[in-house]
């Protein structure tokens, strides 16, 4: 994954990987692998109304330059940041549960920015801001190092084939950066429903000297039990009735 600034970048293929297309020897050949395809997905007109009506509030500009949290919110509180929200319906759940911390979340799914937007303006909800933008570039250029309280990344994309397995974002590189963006003392919380990658989350969080695992007694793969705040999907209770596992891994910032 690029640290750099994505006008730096080539143009990208609709798969979003950038193109192998330099010809001049000038110019060095590099390659970047997103966690994310950008999907075709119809954005609604209640979504729509919600970009138009709350988007001017809740929606922030990427740009490769350091974010004024305060003023972004409003207000100064703890800081969580949330990759990749999907629909939103954690988020917004979460969101109501703890008013006390503010919420900075990444999507690059377009009717699922619109959808987190409905419910923020149906909820009323005020600690919620939002990038529709790879959580990556706003990581490496807007937030600082230890500016960051907590991080949730729900059910991450598990690119089940090997050959997409450069795409998950739990790699020790990223996850080496994020714990640098972690104040001690905070949190990451990761949950997935695809075993092998909770596999891989283990290995790699057990690899990062910066976090310890706050199991006290850790389950499979050194899960932690569901933390309260973070509610049940109605996916994940329809696999829980299958049988299916979910793991939610905890670790803390030393
Ligand atoms: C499998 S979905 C899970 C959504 C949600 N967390 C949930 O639990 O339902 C993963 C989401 O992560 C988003 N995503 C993946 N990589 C991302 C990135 N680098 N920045 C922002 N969003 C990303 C995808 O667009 C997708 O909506």
């Not at 929606?59 to 949330?82: H, K, T, W």
């Not at 990658?197 to 976090?211: I, P, R």
Request: proline share 8%; charged share 20%; hydrophobic share 35%.
């Amino acid at each position: 994954m690029t640290t750099e600034h994505p006008t730096a970048l080539p143009a990208a293929k609709p798969n979003g990987e950038a193109m192998a297309e330099s010809t001049s020897p000038a110019v060095p050949f590099r390659r970047v692998i997103k966690s994310y395809v950008l999907r075709a997905g119809r954005t609604g007109p209640g979504q729509a109304r919600a970009y138009d009506q709350f988007g001017p509030k809740y929606l922030l500009n990427y740009q490769a330059e350091s974010l004024d949290v305060p003023a972004a919110f409003g207000r100064s509180a703890p800081l969580i940041m949330e990759i990749g929200f999907g629909m939103g319906g954690a988020t917004a759940h979460i969101a109501q549960v703890r008013p006390e911390d503010n919420f900075i979340c990444c999507e690059v799914h377009e009717p699922g920015v619109g959808s987190l937007l409905k419910l923020i303006g149906e909820g009323g909800i005020e600690n919620i801001r939002i990038f529709r933008h790879d959580a990556v570039e706003v990581l490496d250029h807007m937030l600082g190092e230890q500016s960051l309280d907590g991080v949730h990344i729900f059910f991450p994309d598990p690119w089940h084939k090997s050959r997409h397995h450069k795409r998950r974002l739990i790699q020790g590189p990223f996850v080496n950066r994020l714990a640098r963006h972690i104040k001690p003392g905070g949190y990451l919380h990761l949950a997935t429903d695809w075993e092998p990658y909770a596999e891989q989350m283990h290995t790699v969080l057990s690899a990062e000297t910066m976090l310890v695992n706050t199991a006290t007694e850790p389950g499979p793969h050194g899960c932690a039990p569901k933390p309260e705040y973070r509610p049940l999907t109605k996916f994940e209770n329809r696999g829980i009735k299958l049988g299916h596992g979910v793991w939610d891994l905890v670790y803390r910032r030393v």
